[in-house]
Nanobody
């Protein structure tokens, strides 16, 4: 099993920045691709960003491209999401996910493990 714990969420004003972290523990050797998803009130959970095990391949939702950056430190078993130029529409619970698959993917069912989520609120 793998456990994922997110941190770094909070309240920020429009235009501000936050950095989310997701620490993995347990059978971390089984993790390859990792991703971030988010769910706003009344909406379905959606893809935000994903990164390959080595970090050489990344993917971003169009809504965050150019503002968010995903990265990882495998020595620390941690993946990050740097969020800049935040907008009120970025308000959501952000979830970290880990996949045993090698390919970066937006498909939620391909992720085997999920964190509990961290709230990000952007005030206007």
């Amino acid at each position: 099993q793998v456990q994922l714990v997110e941190s770094g969420g909070g309240l920020v004003q429009t235009g501000g920045s936050l950095r989310l972290s997701c620490a993995a523990s347990g059978r971390t050797f089984s993790i390859n691709a990792m991703g971030w998803f988010r769910q706003a009130p009344g909406k379905e959970r959606e893809f935000v960003a994903a990164i390959s095990r080595g970090g050489g391949s990344t993917d971003y939702a169009d809504s965050v491209k150019g503002r968010f950056t995903i990265s990882r430190d495998n020595a620390k078993n941690t993946v990050y999401l740097q969020m800049n130029s935040l907008k009120p529409e970025d308000t959501a619970v952000y979830y970290c996910a880990a996949s045993g698959g090698l390919l970066v993917t937006r498909t939620q069912w391909r992720y085997d493990y999920w964190g509990q989520g961290t709230q990000v609120t952007v005030s206007s």
